[in-house]
């Protein structure tokens, strides 16, 4: 079983809005991290946001959110009035202690002027 | 502090060649990780060395190997080459692998690998 899904190969979004980018996590490990990351079209991978399975509220970092939804398994990455510069693939991992960090597919976003 | 650095920045070879990537980690990262990211495939596991010792392995076939040196430096091996084997090949360190689930991994800027 995939560890990681991302359901959403493409995403359009208008400039401004708030645009949801959805991640679901396989883990039988009550101990988990969730990250987020931004990869641009230069190549390089950047760390967006981290939410740790104890954590009892959800994780913002500026206009990135995350949506924490245990008992679904989800952790959906919120980002609020989306800019130009936010087009870009999007990458949701997971990391089970000693383990390594499972990615998923990414969704690739474009943000509409 | 200086990022992760991966040389060479850009690869060409032919099939049946082989080729070592190499890798820095951020001062202080004792853990490293690869990636092979393809087009649509994401980014899938290469392997995890901490402290010289490898901990974790993805799927790969032993063509892919790597090592990592007591500065923590990282290299990796892939030996006769492939045509599926062109890719970015991404190197990331953390703090390290029994540190807290919340030391993000940082990544390198990716050595692109051409395979003729």
């Known amino acids: 079983a995939q560890k990681i899904t991302q359901t959403q190969p493409g995403m359009f979004v208008q400039e401004k809005e708030a645009v949801t980018l959805d991640c679901t996590y396989d883990?039988?490990?009550?101990?988990?991290?969730l990250f987020w990351y931004k990869q641009p079209s230069s190549g390089e991978m950047i760390f967006l946001i981290y939410?740790?399975?104890?954590?009892?509220q959800n994780a913002t970092e500026g206009r990135y959110s995350l949506n924490f939804q245990k008992a679904r398994k989800s952790a959906n990455l919120v980002i609020s009035a989306s800019q130009l510069g936010d087009s870009a693939m999007y990458f949701c991992?997971?990391?089970?202690?000693?383990?390594?960090?499972?990615f998923g597919t990414g969704t690739s976003l474009t943000v509409i002027p | 502090k200086a990022g992760v650095t991966q040389t060479p920045r850009y690869l060409i070879k032919t099939r049946g060649q082989q080729v070592t990537l190499s890798c820095s980690p951020i001062?202080?990262?004792?853990?490293v990780s690869w990636y092979q990211q393809t087009p649509g495939q994401g980014l899938q596991f290469l392997f995890e060395?901490?402290?010289?010792?490898?901990?974790n392995k993805g799927n790969f076939p032993g063509r892919f190997s790597g090592r990592q040196f007591s500065n923590s430096r990282s290299e990796m091996n892939v030996s006769t080459l492939e045509l599926g084997d062109s890719a970015l090949y991404l190197c990331?360190?953390?703090f390290g692998v029994g540190g807290a689930l919340s030391n993000e991994q940082f990544f390198g800027p990716g050595t692109r690998l051409t395979v003729l």
């Open positions: 883990t039988s490990d009550p101990s988990y991290g």
């Open positions: 939410q740790g399975s104890y954590d009892q």
């Open positions: 001062s202080g990262h004792r853990s």
């Open positions: 990331a360190s953390s």
């Open positions: 991992a997971m990391r089970e202690p000693g383990n390594q960090f499972y």
């Open positions: 060395y901490f402290s010289e010792t490898q901990r």
